[in-house]
């Protein structure tokens, strides 16, 4: 007999994604312990917890793939070459459809040039609070794209408009926004892609209250403090606009206390998800679920309601580390839609994460 943590580890399926499966009636356990409800496996089972990994990571539908495992046991091999050629001229099908779409979007986007980046003809000098963009550098950072086919998200964008310095970072799944004060410009807005080890060396910079100068001249960048300085090139990419990518249907608010949440997040129920991150692999996954006074719990089911969204639990983590606050704002919309984190003494300083395929 394999426990449930063996299997989990010998199968490649996480425990959260077993304990789903057993109640799915996919991957039923041999035994189950009638007082601890601790799960049992049978050796034969192996074969048949790898075999659904393989096909869950294949995309084939939960359905199909309960026929794969009776086929599969009951020796019907005809059956099964039926259900994966069948999986497999969808996912031909889909491929050939993405393609088309991909081929027409291109030829759009050549007839279309509409960059987001403002270049600055002239180079631009202004004064920065240190502690506020130290601290609008902590709130972003984790956000940052790590992805090298996605080079205009491996940096902090700096938008620079009117008194305000807005940071910005994204790697498509989370998004974090946060502000600076800043005075001495008032030409047009600037914006500038700082790539993330430049950004690491100025946040380095920023150890205490002296003043700060922030310049971009070109395609470079600077920040002076007394007789230190670190510079370097911007990334030569257009960062998306992230304004449009803020705008969220109307939610609900809910006030966290973050050490008590973060403690519930960390010991309570994960479910299996998909995070797209990694390539579609398993990741633990939160749901969390906002009652009608405002409170937020960390649920194992899934119900048909409104009140609830699922988000990779690693990134929330991130994203509560990254809020510097012992209360924020959780904003719940719809289970479709980015969960935002908000602090409560402003609304520049937020962070979004989108919501996660959940296993099923």
Known sequence: MRSIGEMARDSGLSVSALRFYDGAGLLVPAWVDPVSGYRWYGTEQLEESRLLA????????????????AGWSGADSGLVRQLLQAHLRRLEQGLADARSEFSTLRALLELRENPMTVLPTAAVGLAVSAPELAAALDAVRFAVSTDPE?????????????EALRVVATDRYR??????????????????????PLADAMRALLSDDAPVRLT?????????????????????????DYRRLVRLPAGQRAF???????????????????SPDQGGVSCDVSVLRVAADGVVTVCEDVDDDQ????????????????GARDQLILEFAAPTAPLAIRRTDTEDAFSLLMPVRLEN
């Open 54 to 69: 393989r096909l869950r990571r294949a995309g084939m539908p939960l359905a199909d793939i309960r026929l794969v495992l």
């Open 150 to 162: 996605l080079p205009m998200l491996g940096g902090v964008l700096f938008d620079i408009e009117g």
């Open 175 to 196: 998004m974090a926004v946060a502000q600076a004060g800043v005075t001495g410009h008032d030409g047009p807005r600037v914006q500038a892609v700082v790539p993330s």
């Open 216 to 240: 971009v001249d070109g395609d470079r960048l600077a920040l002076e403090t007394g007789d230190r300085q670190v510079a370097g090139q911007r990334l030569d990419h257009d960062f998306p």
């Open 256 to 274: 966290i206390d973050v050490p008590a949440f973060r403690k519930a997040v960390e010991t309570g129920p994960v479910r299996a998800g998909e």
């Open 307 to 322: 009140g609830h969204v699922a988000v990779n639990r690693e990134f929330l983590l991130h994203a509560l580390a990254a």
